[in-house]
């Protein structure tokens, strides 16, 4: 073993010379940052008085910005003065507590001290040499995810962007382990139509991920589901059979753990039963409901999944982590592995035994993401984190409640998490109804303190109401729902002009 | 048109009354997000007082971690002391001006500031209307990034995590358009074999983009290089007329502004010729010298460039910006698109005229990256820019000058930007000779103020040193090419014991 250059203290000393930092100017960056601390604390104090949708209309921010990059540098003074000036004020404002759209989803407080801590280290941990810290805390704390969750302890996770990614590379390893690794080499151009189950209600990143990767958009069969928006077992049964009958092969099932038009829940043991028998991966997109499980009585709506061969929950959904930090847990990790790893010369290490994050997917770039969900769980501990989403699905029972009660007005689904499917049901034909339902959305989206997203159920268009924020309490719900009922009045009444 | 709800601001008062706030604490989140940045701006100071990589062994941090999450929620003092503890002298530092290994990246003041407020809001701008300062912001700064590299106003930009997606997402496009669409709808089963071709020194993501798309690696046909390792474009035209010959279909060609082991050129206007004349899809990428091409220096030995049909150029390499931020540049956007969108229900809006940024590719959640790009361009202005660029290059000129003038080591490769491979020659075999490199990166590496990386070179194991950051300054240069003929004196003379 060579010994250390001896002169090498020597030269640390001389080169950490104060005052010669290259073009960084840290007097000032103090300052500076903690400017823009003060900006993100009072944007969250006051986030509330903003409309959730900012009133401007396509190409207003573009013209605000200069067509032309500067030449010469400009003070951070203005930097941030155009921050507040043309940004904060046109945004769709995610972190206000009336966000009821899509998934809401939570900037939590600890949350954004872990992304400042991770942007200022700038890690790319694509190697355990690149970022012994940051992938060993990715191991631990996906580790503790699978155990808030009843996992076995089988499962080992990783964090990607999106559960778009994640669910890619689901199926990607599924794709690896059905070709028995042909695949990876020759792609698919030799091979058996490959098919993917899912219902028909399972989100459009599963088709984005049969499209990337090959299998064509068409060989994703969508099940249909029973009067509950559940896959129905006996369906996806006869659709494999179909398939083989006619010389497809069939690779992987996805089940949904909380549906994004209802957050319905498949029957993932009976669903289960059937990718055992056939011999096809399990994924459990649990992207949204995943969050759910960490308590007991919402896990016991998903008694199954820990027979799925993967399984993606989105922290950044439901779990009060800022975007973005997808977990996939994987049960046989070195599938994906073998599916993707590569290692040029360039990057071959000497570490043994260590887990390098950049064998399990296409990706080689890695931003520190578990800094911030290690913040989250420990902040808020596990049972702060079952309260809030407690507290959320109470929320969402109460509303559903509300409108149940109102003569007018119904239920579409039933609400099993914190997601509301509801409509107002106006004399009239179907047609009639869907463009009063639309009008009615429009309406109370305009008038600001909500944000509401819709959907279509058994060809109906339905308003959806998701509570996913952390500063949601009951008084915004019950404020959403006055505005709905006096949006719904009002549009009812005789209108002047 | 519905008037608006007439008690919604009524209701907005309402809801807005301090003290209540859900689970957050806005006033001690103040003074903790003032903590956090006194932490960024206190290791930025002293991080080169850390040595580059940690003295850390596989599993000590896991070690140091607590097997389970807490049950409780603890203080926000225990978290960040922990990070103090545990995190930060346990990443490899890649803020540290003595950070030389694969390419130097820059977590910047300005990208810092970017990343924190753009925590703050966690906006998702999957949709504009989801979304619709980000949006524009992300148009408009990409098109600033495309006037800097001097390329035609036809080319569009969109911010992806890595280059690795960014490339994928041209194959994919490459792929759409050779396969009329088909492959989107039906996959690639029924489809002749596609093949792409890239240098023999093409990044690993080229390969893996190959695996996750389905044309399989062993169709990613390697040109031979040329004396500079750059791609022979008459070794192009005789592989893709063999593989025409044998029956397969050849999709894309994708030329290397700036390859991993020594930042070599491909010749892209002959490489482009070729693409032309055999309808390929041509990607060029720029992922490293990409930035370089903001001077019109650099950018002239990329001409050619601007025939691409799509180039990615990786911000967070050499363009000062936190990781991650890879701006993908399209000719025809459409095609990309075309190959990708897909809108359920719920994501329909009414706007229309406006980009969705989820329609170009897979992933459906996007975070907010172009903000730090655009304190980055404004903070540091396009000559500020050019001049760290140009500074870098000069410094990598020198060291490649202290090199060739020691006896006992060569430069092995041209040097185009401001990466320098080199090795020393002693007496012995090539074999010899290759141990002992090997031994002098890792004596060096674990002196502690610097770390480089290595790679191949016609076989020969060679030393790479790669300027990126901008804290580097030509003392820290100096200091390392200090450490390595100290080393190497070291390790030639007698070893004891």
Redesign the interface.
Known sequence: M???????TA??R???RPG???????KD??R???R??????D????V??YPV??K?R?????RM?P????????P?E???AD?RR???P??????H??FF??FG?????????G???????????ML???????T??E??VT???R??MDLPPAFVGHIN?????ST?LAI?AA?HRASQGR????????????TVYASDHV???I?????????????LRRVPVDGEFRMRPDALEQMIAADRHSGHQPIAVVATMGT??TTSVDPIAAVADIAEREGLWLHGDAAYAGSAAICPEYRALMTGLERCDSIVVNP?KWLFT???C?VLLLREPAVLKE??T??????KT??T??TNLMDYG???????RS?KL??V????????LRA?IRGHCAMAQRFAGWVRAEPGFEVCAPVPFSTVCFRATPAGTPEEQDAYNE??L???N????VFL????LNGRFVL?LAIG?????E??VR?AW??IR??AD??RGP?PG
Not at 446 to 449: D, L, R
């Open positions: 060579a010994r250390p250059c001896p002169c090498w030269c640390a001389r080169w950490t010669d930092r290259g073009v960084s100017a840290p960056f103090r500076d940052l903690h823009a601390a003060d900006l993100v604390a944007y969250l104090e006051h509330a008085d949708l900012p401007v396509p190409g207003d921010v573009r910005l067509a032309e990059p500067p030449a010469k540098g400009e951070t203005a930097l941030l921050y043309i940004i904060e046109n945004v769709t404002h995610w972190n507590p009336g759209a899509y989803i939570t900037g939590s407080e600890p949350g954004i001290l992304e400042l801590l991770a942007a200022g280290l700038n890690v790319n941990h355990w040499k690149s970022g012994p810290a940051p060993e805390l191991e631990t580790d503790w995810l155990q808030m962007d999106t559960a778009s990614m890619l990607a794709r695949s990876r080499v020759y792609g698919l151009s030799g091979a058996k139509p490959m989100h459009s990143s088709d984005k991920a049969c499209i990337t990767l090959g299998l064509g958009q068409a060989h994004t038009s950044h800022p975007v973005d997808s599916a993707f590569l290692v040029p010369e360039y990057l000497a570490e035994g260590v296409p990706q080689l770039g890695r931003r520190f800094l290690w913040f769980i420990r902040s808020y501990g596990v049972e702060g809030i009008r009615l429009a309406a109370v305009a008038a600001g303190p997203a819709h959907t279509k959806r924020n952390a500063r949601t309490t008084r915004h404020g006055d505005i006096h949006t009002d549009l209108t």
